[in-house]
């Protein structure tokens, strides 16, 4: 099987769309199910600084985008500050990973972690400090980042997840990669 990470095309968003949502009911991403926004906006199609795709056979099967800046949290900065404080910089030099996942066909193939070394080595070559959130309701997404040498900066528990169902006890972690 040929297996490939790639940028991002506007054509993927039905296959990317597609594997997003078959692969939650294992992964328990996105937690908010059914997204409250368009797919479109959830992969950040309009505010992506870049953004790729993993295939098999050609066939979109997992994505991960970078972006400046952060919207979530609970609109106080939060997270920013806990982030720029653990790498000791300026909020602005901050680069987030959002929507990373794979779907079910591309587990245990390595693209999960070919994804998220592409966007890291991308926030480092334009000096960005890599910062990623994740809700811990899928173990495995927890021992990818720790493995691959994420470490926890904050755990808070933001406005929108309060308001997802079935959302006790989930707190939202977030983590930088020095």
């Not at 300026?90 to 994804?115: C, K, M, N, P, Q």
């Not at 890291?120 to 997404?141: K, T």
């Not at 691959?148 to 983590?175: K, N, Q």
Request: glycine share 8%; with cysteine.
């Amino acid at each position: 099987m040929t297996h490939v990470v790639r940028p991002r095309l506007e054509d993927d968003l039905p296959a990317l769309a597609e594997a997003l949502i078959e692969q939650q009911p294992l992964t328990r991403y996105p937690v908010r199910n059914p997204l409250p926004i368009p797919v479109s906006d959830f992969l950040h199609f309009g505010d992506a600084v870049d953004a790729w795709t993993a295939t098999i056979e050609g066939t979109p099967v997992g994505h991960i985008a970078t972006t400046m800046g952060h919207a979530g949290g609970n609109g106080d900065g939060e997270l920013d500050r806990a982030c720029a404080a653990a790498h000791g910089c300026d909020i602005e030099d901050l680069a987030w990973l959002s929507a990373f996942f794979v779907g079910s066909a591309a587990r245990r193939t390595g693209l999960g972690r070919t994804l998220l070394r592409t966007a890291v080595d991308s926030i480092r070559e334009s000096s960005g400090r890599p910062c990623l959130e994740v809700v811990p309701a899928f173990p495995a997404a927890m021992k990818l980042y720790e493995s691959t040498g994420w470490t926890e900066v904050l755990r808070t528990r933001p406005d929108w997840l309060a308001g997802a169902p079935d959302s006790d006890g989930l707190d939202v972690v977030v983590m930088v990669l020095r």
